[in-house]
């Protein structure tokens, strides 16, 4: 898993930097941060975006992650769709809650190389343009690490661009790990409000 990590890093420093930007989403329970180079704009259509960021819920559960996507864009005459495939790399530690019948405290360490697809519809709009998007991520027991055995994501999303260097939306997102004792132990699965600045 940290070589994964080591390897998006390299891969970062040695990619042609043109932007960066700022991503969080805040739910109830829930707090996902992350650090972008060459931010994705909806609007404008293709291009490659890293992610390097971390994730943590109110139950105890924390991940450090790195994704990169590339994405592409497909126009009619007056529409647009968004396309977009790449990689997701996590670890971190998962809380085992009292539905599982766990001690108090145990943990489950865990890591993923998911594969990660995405789609989107651009809302035609000269003022502010908007996007309807979902987007997943799997990684089979094959590229799961440490005690994990699978790992799902799930994400859909409502984003209206506010000015061109910011964009605000409201989400849903479902988490999930299998690990070797314990299947279904979800990390998020809830409604969240995010923005993006670009810079």
């Given amino acids: 898993m940290k070589k994964a990590l080591v390897a998006l890093a390299l891969l970062m420093t040695s990619m042609s930097v043109h932007a960066a930007g700022l991503d969080v989403a805040l739910s109830n329970r829930t707090a996902n941060i992350a650090l972008l180079l060459n931010p994705y704009n909806f609007r404008a259509g293709g291009g490659s975006e890293l992610a390097v960021g971390g994730f943590v819920n109110e139950t ?7 994704s990169l996507m590339a994405h592409g864009v497909r126009k009619l005459p007056d529409q647009q769709y968004n396309l977009a495939a790449g990689i997701k790399v996590l670890t971190g530690e998962v809380e085992i809650g009292e539905e599982f019948q766990a001690s108090v405290g145990d943990t489950e360490k865990v890591g993923a190389l998911a594969l990660g697809f995405k789609a989107g519809y651009v809302i035609p709009s000269r003022q502010n343009p908007m996007e309807i998007a ?20 799930f994400n859909a999303r409502f984003q209206m661009e506010i000015i061109p260097q910011a964009l605000t939306y409201i989400g849903y997102r479902r988490m999930r790990f299998d690990t070797n004792d314990f299947n279904n132990v979800r990390l998020d699965r809830s409604v969240h409000l995010g923005i993006k600045l670009t810079f």
């Fill in 60 to 66: 105890g559960d924390s991940l450090l992650f790195a």
């Fill in 134 to 153: 979902v987007e997943g991520f799997m990684a089979p027991k094959i590229t799961s690490f440490s005690d994990a055995e699978n790992y799902s994501e």
